[in-house]
């Protein structure tokens, strides 16, 4: 219809235009002209990897940190930056509040990074032996508030089961093997994730700081593969483990909480699947273990002994690869360096609520919040007020 009324506004019968050598030529310009105005709604600021037709006044960037490089430095506003599909080989930092990114689909635009804990660090002195840690592997990195990310895969890409096949004796083993995909820094806050694929093995998903608001995602690992003391909450997400390189009585743990005591809530899963990924064996992952920090402290170097962790499952369901006993104990830095302090699940704050599935049970080491209790657990109050809009 809106071809038809075109054409006879421009005085050419549908039949005549039709039959006339110029016909198809018409039809088909008239066509590209209505998909470009009827596209999709949502306005963009910049585009990355193509032209910028099609797109309204949107800027063109041939890869993504320049397109974070365009926006601006303190906006009110979002600025909002379109992935079109294809795999974008990019370490990211957003330093800038009200970043947006979206993707063109979960599967179809991915951010992707191989940087690991045992890495030479950036800038060291040849022969030095410094690593890189864990803190600087992110592929994307957020240290700004309200940053969004919607319709694409965050991976770092890492060969963790290439080492982790390797013997300890090895010499091509490597040593440090963390390697995050997102990080949420101490900078951050407010930051929501929705259709998101993040995409790892140890240590997927640090969640640093600030609050975070993870829907409608999949988040994939093994050991401590959602970890920090941030206060995130995860709903109608999946949670999936994956395999080792080598056979393991416990392929990892999904989570590892630090969450200050002064916090009431850390890492909440309302209504998510805890999912296996082929060659996952049943009774092998724990729901998480507490994370003790080794921080520096006036009298010396130690685990931080206020970090209590927090994770609790609200009508989650549970496949068989999650333990019968359900958590499990970490070790920490004792104050003469070594690693003998023992930290129990008992003592921190993991609880579960109406569990379900094959991996679900209820026992004296598997904690349940009363109904009084998990009513507690509310969007509005482990985000403290702030309501996420996509």
């Known amino acids: ?67 974070l490089a365009a926006a601006p430095e303190n906006s009110a506003t979002p600025f909002v930056i379109y992935l079109p599909e294809g795999t974008y080989r990019e370490k990211l930092l957003v330093s800038k509040p009200n970043i947006h990114l979206v993707g063109a689909g979960r599967d179809k635009s991915i951010i992707t990074y191989g940087d690991y804990a045992g890495m030479p ?7 030095s032996g410094a690593k890189m840690g864990t803190f600087d ?26 080492t982790d096949a390797l013997p300890s004796d090895h010499t091509d083993k490597i040593n440090g093997t963390q390697a995050v995909a997102l990080e949420t820094g101490l900078s951050s806050d407010r930051t929501a994730f929705r259709n998101v694929r993040l995409l790892g093995y140890q240590d997927t998903l640090f969640v640093q700081a600030g609050r975070s608001y993870f829907v409608d995602s999949v988040i994939e690992g093994n050991v401590d593969f ?18 080792r390189g080598a056979e393991r009585e416990t392929v990892g743990y999904v989570t590892a909480p630090s969450t200050n005591i002064g916090n009431e809530f850390g890492l909440v899963f309302l ?29 010396g170097r130690y685990a931080d002994p206020d970090a ?10 549970m496949d068989d690869h999650i333990t019968t006993a359900g958590w499990d104990s970490m070790r920490g830095t004792s104050r003469d360096g070594t690693k ?28 349940q919040l009363t109904k009084e209790q998990a009513a507690a657990y509310t969007r509005e109050r482990i985000l403290a007020g702030w309501e996420p809009h996509f």
């Not at 660090?121 to 022969?127: K, L, S, W």
Request: glycine share 10%; proline share 5%.
């Open 1 to 67: 219809m809106v071809i038809f009324t075109a054409m006879r506004a421009m005085g050419v019968g549908l039949r005549a235009a039709l039959s006339m050598k110029t016909g198809l030529w018409l039809l088909t310009l008239l066509l590209v002209t209505s998909c470009a105005q009827t596209g999709d709604p949502r306005k963009y600021d910049a585009v990355v990897g193509t032209a910028s037709a099609g797109f309204g006044n949107a800027l063109a960037f041939l890869t993504i940190a320049e397109a």
């Open 340 to 367: 003998s302090t023992v930290f129990m699940p008992e003592d921190t704050r993991f609880f579960e609520f109406q569990s379900h599935g094959p991996g679900a049970a209820v026992s004296g080491k598997r904690r």
């Open 121 to 127: 660090a950036v800038g060291a002195e040849p022969g």
């Open 271 to 299: 209504n998510c699947r805890l999912l296996k990924a082929e060659g996952v064996p049943a009774n092998s992952t724990p729901l998480g273990r507490p994370w003790h920090p080794t921080t520096d402290f006036a009298d």
């Open 226 to 243: 959602i970890f920090g003391a941030g206060q995130a909450l995860f709903e109608n997400t999946d949670i999936v483990t994956r395999p």
């Open 308 to 317: 209590i962790g927090a994770t609790v499952y609200i009508n989650a369901f």
């Open 137 to 162: 592997t992110a592929t994307l990195t957020v240290e700004a508030s309200d940053f969004r990310a919607e319709n694409l895969t965050i991976e770092n890409s890492f060969d963790f089961l290439a």
